[in-house]
C-alpha cells in the first residue's frame, strides 16, 4: 500500500461481548468456528466498509455495525473525522476516496459485502467558492468508489445524500421524495449526482443501492468548529459563558434529527437490502401513493423527523437545558440560506419501518451532557 496508508485497530474479529442495541434479523451471515473452549458462540455477520468512518455520523455508524456482530473496515482521512472517533475492533485505513490506486488495494484485500458510503466534502460554503475541489471528492471519489464496488461484487451500497439540499428552495412542506432536485450549490449538485450515478449502476452493474436523504443532523460528537451544526456552536458558546449569534430573525425552520436515528436507518438499510429491492418494484407496480411512486425509482428516502424547529426555538430549548442566563445576538442574516426545510419521512417508514425515536428535547439534553463530559476530559 506505500507510506500513505496508516493501518490501526486491525484487531480480531471475534469477541466474547455480545452486546446488540437491537437485534434486527438478516439472512446473512458468517459462522465463526475454532472457537476457545469456555468462550460464548457468535455469530459475525457479513463486512461493511464504511466510508468516512471516524467522522461525526460516520463512526456513530460504524458503532452500531460493531454491535450487531458486523465486521467492519474503515476508510477515512481524517480531514474532518477524528481519530478518537474510531471504535478499536474496526480496522482503520487512512486514506483518501480520491485516491484510487489505495482505495482499490482496500478493496481488493478486504472484499467487504457491503459499503456505507458517509465520507465527502462536508462545507456547503467551500463548494460554493471552489466547485471543482468539491466535485473531485465527492463526484470523483464517489465514482471511484462505486467502480471497486462492481469490480469487487460488492452487493450493495448506502449513500448519504443531503434532504436539505438537493431540493432547493422547496414549493410545499414536508418536502417528498417526489419533490423535483433544484440543488442551489455545488455540494447538493454533487448530491444528485451521485444520485444518478447509483441509479445508472444499478441499472447496468447490478449494484443494489439505499440513498438516504439526512435533514439536520446533530448528536454527540459533532464537532462544533469548521462547518458545524448549529446545534454544536450553541452548546460549545453557552457552556464557556459566551452568548450565541443568531443569524437573521431566527426564523430559518430545519428538521432536525438525531444522529444516533440516522445510525440506526444505515443499519436498516444494509439489513434490508435485497428486501428493499423488491418492495420497490412492488411500489412501482402498484402505485400504492402516486406522488411517492413517481420519484421512487432513484431508492432515495428523506431522513429526518417531519418536525420543523426554528433557530429561535433551538436556542430556548439549550438555554432552558444549560440554565444559560442570557438572551441571544442577532446578527445579519446568511445570503443563500433556505428558509425552511421540513422532510416528509412517510415512505421510509412503510418501506423501511424506520422513524426517529429520539424527539428533539431528548436528543439535546444527550448532546448537551456529551458536551459537558468533554470538557472534563
Request: glycine share 8%; net charge neutral.
Amino acid at each position: 500500500m506505500g507510506s500513505k496508508r496508516c493501518l490501526q485497530h486491525n484487531r480480531p474479529y471475534f469477541s466474547t461481548k455480545y452486546k446488540v442495541k437491537r437485534r434486527i434479523p438478516a439472512p446473512d451471515f458468517t459462522f465463526m468456528t475454532n472457537l476457545v473452549p469456555g468462550t460464548k458462540f457468535v455469530i459475525m455477520k457479513k463486512k461493511v466498509l464504511v466510508t468516512g468512518g471516524a467522522g461525526f455520523i460516520g463512526s456513530h455508524i460504524v458503532d452500531l455495525f460493531i454491535e450487531n456482530n458486523y465486521r467492519v473496515v474503515v476508510v477515512d482521512d481524517l480531514s474532518s473525522g477524528k481519530e478518537e472517533n474510531l471504535n478499536e475492533d474496526a480496522k482503520f485505513y487512512k486514506l483518501s476516496i480520491t485516491d484510487k490506486k489505495e482505495l482499490e488495494e482496500v478493496f481488493q484485500q478486504e472484499r467487504p459485502d457491503y459499503v456505507s458510503h458517509q465520507a465527502a466534502q462536508i462545507s456547503v460554503s467551500l463548494s460554493v467558492r471552489d466547485p471543482l475541489f468539491d466535485a473531485q471528492t465527492n463526484i470523483l471519489g464517489s465514482l471511484n468508489l462505486l467502480q471497486y464496488c462492481v469490480d469487487c461484487q460488492v452487493k450493495g451500497i448506502v449513500f448519504a445524500s443531503s434532504g436539505g439540499t438537493i431540493y432547493g428552495e422547496p414549493e410545499h412542506f414536508p418536502v417528498s421524495e417526489a419533490h423535483p432536485f433544484r440543488p442551489l450549490s455545488p455540494y447538493g449538485i454533487s448530491k444528485v449526482t451521485v444520485e444518478h450515478y447509483l441509479n445508472f449502476y444499478q441499472k447496468n452493474y447490478n449494484l443494489d443501492y439505499v440513498s438516504l436523504r439526512y435533514g439536520n443532523v446533530y448528536g454527540t460528537r459533532q464537532d462544533p468548529y469548521g462547518e458545524a451544526g448549529v446545534i454544536a456552536i450553541f452548546i460549545e458558546k453557552m457552556l464557556k459563558g459566551e452568548i450565541p449569534t443568531i443569524n437573521g430573525d431566527g426564523e430559518y425552520i430545519r428538521d432536525y434529527v438525531y444522529v444516533g436515528d440516522v445510525a440506526q436507518a444505515n443499519l436498516l438499510a444494509i439489513e434490508n437490502m435485497l428486501k428493499l429491492a423488491k418492495v420497490i418494484q412492488r411500489e412501482k407496480k402498484e402505485k400504492i401513493v402516486e406522488e411517492i411512486a413517481l420519484n421512487i425509482n432513484s431508492n432515495g428516502f428523506n431522513l429526518g423527523t417531519g418536525v420543523g424547529t426554528s433557530v429561535n426555538e433551538l436556542f430556548h430549548l439549550l438555554r432552558e437545558i444549560i440554565k444559560f442566563p442570557h438572551s441571544a445576538n442577532y446578527g445579519p442574516p446568511r445570503p443563500g440560506d433556505l428558509r425552511e426545510n421540513i422532510l416528509d419521512c412517510r415512505l421510509i417508514k412503510r418501506v423501511l419501518s424506520w422513524q426517529s425515536e429520539v424527539d428533539l428535547s431528548e436528543g439535546l439534553k444527550k448532546t448537551v451532557d456529551w458536551f459537558k463530559r468533554q470538557t472534563l476530559l
